[in-house]
């Protein structure tokens, strides 16, 4: 079945109110971005559990998704004067055509190889190479497919210092990866912590899918004892909030890896660790680093 795609450019101090109303009137989905979008003006927005709220863009599209007998003549007017926008506010109407949303999401996630000897290789892709390490993954609602830059920095450094017999903690594992990868790599035992449902569930599927004996947990509580490797790939403020407890769940002399974080974000979250870890910054990708140190 076609939709309807309602696109309209709207300041800063009306997008969330605009946005809201048009959701009232039976929009499906509302998806804003920043008009500058491609252009020298445009301007990343990072948020962050624990920082300040990101305003939106100086200019915003916003794009309602409506089903196809949607009367957008009246629906539109009507949202623009719950918004406080002019009626005379104009806007694009485009038909979008019913699509296989699930195949064209799984074409965008192609087998990749991380490392020298490791494959990342989605479920629904046949392994390219049979004699590598291959994670088969299928990340359902969680985060961690291999292709974000901040999980192939974690990936490539646990290649390098996974040692045979290692215990290991992912802490906030998503689909479970970085579990996985670290028994790929001759690690005894990984435990994975996430506070998301959705993302434990797919974790354990994946472990089941690769056939490596990982467990996941919703609690750092139900952990028996500190593990010699701990890899959290996560944000930078709720790395730097959750400093004392991985330190807790350090092993003495264990190590710890940290991503999801910014270049400029680094010192901070550093600092934070110093109490109790060495850290250093790995050659960082795109805009991320990843750090990583030993427990004195």
């Known amino acids: 079945m076609p939709f309807l795609s309602v696109t309209l450019i709207v300041d800063a101090r009306c997008v969330e109110a605009l946005s809201d109303a048009l959701l ?15 252009t020298p003006r445009e301007r990343p927005l990072f948020a962050e559990p624990g920082s300040a709220p990101v305003l939106n863009w100086t ?3 916003v794009v309602a998704l409506f089903a ?16 406080s926008l002019p009626h005379t506010t104009p806007y694009g109407i485009d038909r979008v055509d019913d699509q296989d949303w699930v195949r064209l999401t799984q074409s965008q996630f192609m087998p990749q190889q991380v490392t020298p000897r490791l494959w990342v290789v989605p479920t629904w892709h046949a392994v390219v190479d049979a004699t590598a390490l291959n994670i088969r993954l299928d990340p359902g609602l969680a985060f961690g497919t291999g292709t974000h830059p901040t999980t192939r920095l974690c990936l490539r450094w646990l290649d390098r210092y996974i040692q045979p017999g290692a215990t290991v903690l992912d802490y906030g594992c998503g689909s479970g990866i970085l579990a996985i990868a670290a028994l790929k790599f001759g690690a005894a035992r990984a435990h994975g912590v996430d506070i998301d449902e959705q993302a434990l569930l797919a974790a ?22 500190p593990a010699n490797v701990v890899v959290a790939n996560i944000l930078a403020n709720p790395l730097t909030v959750l400093a004392p407890l991985l330190a807790t769940l350090t092993a003495p002399g264990g190590l710890i890896a940290l991503s999801g974080i910014l270049a400029p ?4 979250v550093r600092e934070a ?6 850290m250093h910054t790995t050659e960082p990708e795109d805009e991320w680093v990843l750090l990583a140190g030993k427990k004195r």
């Open 24 to 38: 009232e009137r039976g929009a499906l989905s509302v998806d804003v971005t920043d008009a500058a979008a491609g």
């Open 68 to 83: 196809r007998d949607t009367l957008i003549a009246r629906v539109v007017p009507e949202a623009l004067a719950a918004s």
């Open 59 to 61: 200019v915003n599209r």
């Open 273 to 278: 660790y110093r109490p109790w870890f060495d």
């Open 204 to 225: 354990r599927n994946n472990a089941a899918q690769n056939q490596v004996e990982a467990t996941f947990f919703a609690a750092v509580d139900e952990l028996k004892s």
């Open 265 to 268: 974000q680094a010192d901070e």
